[in-house]
DNA sequence: ATGTAC
């Protein structure tokens, strides 16, 4: 298919989308020649331009080297909006999993201890962690689902959930004090209620991985990691919580955008005034789908260490599990950029499949990693590795201080089952050594490794663009997928 | 991503 945007090579990692059509400010799509191919074949170029068209945005409209077409926006791109002229929040800029993203514990357990015990700590994880389409564990009902959409972490941190240390390394302290639980619809609740704590599916996962490479020794060191050492990562979001959030918005953000006289080029991209009702309305939804989020994967990774500690014969107080870092990638937030040459301005930036990815200084983070800059984690595919990058000064230059999230799609779910059977899948995850446990096949053979990109090229284009600088590499030891 | 179409 034939991208109907032109489309200009700044240099070997940066591709310009000069302002055209509706257009009122360029693209920037970052990713090498091979990357930059599947990016216009996928049509993910197009959607970049679409977002330039929306009112009120400043700065560039940002494409990472994993983005893909997404729901109105690509999955992978940024784009910040000014208050004070016109500026819009779009649901379709977040995504559908309201705050979809990871964490990553640092384990205080050997290499050889896991290698030995992987299939009991694999059916442990399988048991303990919920998984898969809209399963949930009865066992822990959390009936205060306001105080959570209100407090995210921190209300859990108060159930003895993980520590009042821990919310500090969690994006936004473990919870966005603009939620407004009472904008959270009955339908959303219900969801919520019995999804808190269950992983999901699609590209949700849980994984015990082991640090085969350090890149930089003292980032690693600030960040707790080590060559050798083992971590664990959750990625998941907000469940059918986020997702009833979103779906209901339509309606208000379409009537909305009418209403402000705005021509949208993709109903997709239906958006609200910041400052009208149906904007404020939705922000005070969507913080408080962030917070379930964040409750969620710390309540996931409490439940994962219980029964990792079940699966070695011990107790949960004698797995030392600290919290490395706690990520989202699918979220708009007020920060302060320099929006033009010496003009530094509150903007909304959406953060659609982007991770935050602050150098250092920034007030945000929390006071051990402000001299480092922050984590980044990316997680890549089930078969080969991820990454934890360190925010660099390149990311608040030009991107709104933001990086990759991932792989990135490269085959769509149906194309990869006509590729691939499960067992086949299975087969080959078993020879590298990685123990899998998922709960459908579909799920296994969709999330393929062949599937993604390679991460390592999406990784280094951010690194040559000092976006973020590679801290370590985390290979998979075991993977349990929903 | 998602009780994958109320």
Redesign the pocket.
């Known amino acids: 298919m034939k991208d109907p945007f032109r489309i200009e090579p700044i240099d070997e990692l940066r591709w310009r989308v000069p302002i055209q059509q509706k257009m009122t400010v360029e693209g920037m799509i970052y990713a090498d020649a091979t990357l930059m191919k599947d990016i216009v074949r996928d049509g993910g170029a197009g959607q970049v331009a679409n977002v330039a068209s929306l009112p009120g945005i400043v700065g560039r409209v940002l494409a990472m080297p994993d983005i893909h077409r997404g729901?109105g926006f690509p999955i992978g791109g940024v784009a910040a909006f000014d208050p004070d002229n016109g500026g819009v929040v779009s649901p379709g800029g977040i995504g559908?999993?309201i705050n979809?993203g990871v964490r990553l514990h640092a384990l205080g357990i050997d290499y050889e201890q896991i290698e030995a015990n992987k299939g009991a700590i694999a059916d442990a994880l399988q048991r303990g962690v919920p998984a898969g389409?809209?399963v949930a564990r009865r066992d822990v009902r959390l009936d205060d689902l306001d105080a959570i959409l209100a407090g995210g972490a921190r209300t859990l941190a108060e159930l003895g959930i993980g520590t009042e240390e821990d919310l500090e390394l969690i994006e936004d302290g473990g919870a966005l004090e603009s939620a407004d639980p009472d904008r959270v619809g009955r339908?959303a609740r219900?969801?919520g209620e019995d999804?808190i704590g269950s992983l999901?599916?699609?590209?949700?996962f849980l994984e015990i991985d082991r640090i085969v490479e350090v890149y930089d020794r003292d980032a690693a060191e600030c960040f707790g990691l080590r060559e050798g050492g083992i971590t664990m990562l959750v990625h998941?979001?907000s469940?059918?919580l986020g997702?009833?959030v979103c779906e209901e918005s339509t309606p208000a953000m379409l009537r909305a955008a009418k209403k402000a006289g705005i021509e949208l080029v993709d109903r997709q991209l239906a958006c609200a005034p910041i400052g009208t009702a149906e904007a404020e309305a939705y922000l005070a939804a969507m913080a408080a789908a962030a917070n379930f989020a964040y409750a969620n994967r710390a309540l996931l990774a409490h439940r994962a260490i219980e029964a990792i500690a079940e699966a070695l014969g011990t107790r949960r107080k004698f797995i030392d599990a600290p919290l490395v870092y706690d990520v989202c990638h699918n979220i708009a937030k007020w920060e302060e950029h320099e929006i033009s040459p010496g003009t530094r301005k509150r903007v909304l930036v959406h953060r659609k499949g982007a991770t935050r990815s602050f150098a250092p200084g920034r007030e945000e983070l929390p006071e051990r990693y402000r001299a480092m800059g922050q984590p980044v984690i990316i997680p890549g595919d089930m078969g080969r590795y991820s990454y934890v990058l360190c925010g660099m000064q390149g990311a608040m230059l030009e991107t709104f201080g933001s990086a990759c999230h991932g792989a990135g799609r490269l085959l769509s779910r149906a194309e990869a089952k006509n590729r691939a059977t499960g067992s086949s899948v299975v087969k080959a995850l078993n020879a590298k050594g990685i123990a899998l446990r998922a709960s459908s096949v579909n799920a296994v053979v969709e999330e393929m490794p062949e599937a993604y990109k390679d991460v390592a090229e999406v990784v280094s284009v951010v690194e040559r663009a000092g976006i973020a600088r590679r801290v370590a590499k985390l290979e998979p030891m075991i993977v349990v997928k929903?």
């Open positions: 729901y559908f999993d979809c389409m809209g339908r219900e969801r999804q999901g599916s699609g590209n949700h998941s979001g469940r059918g997702h009833q929903g």
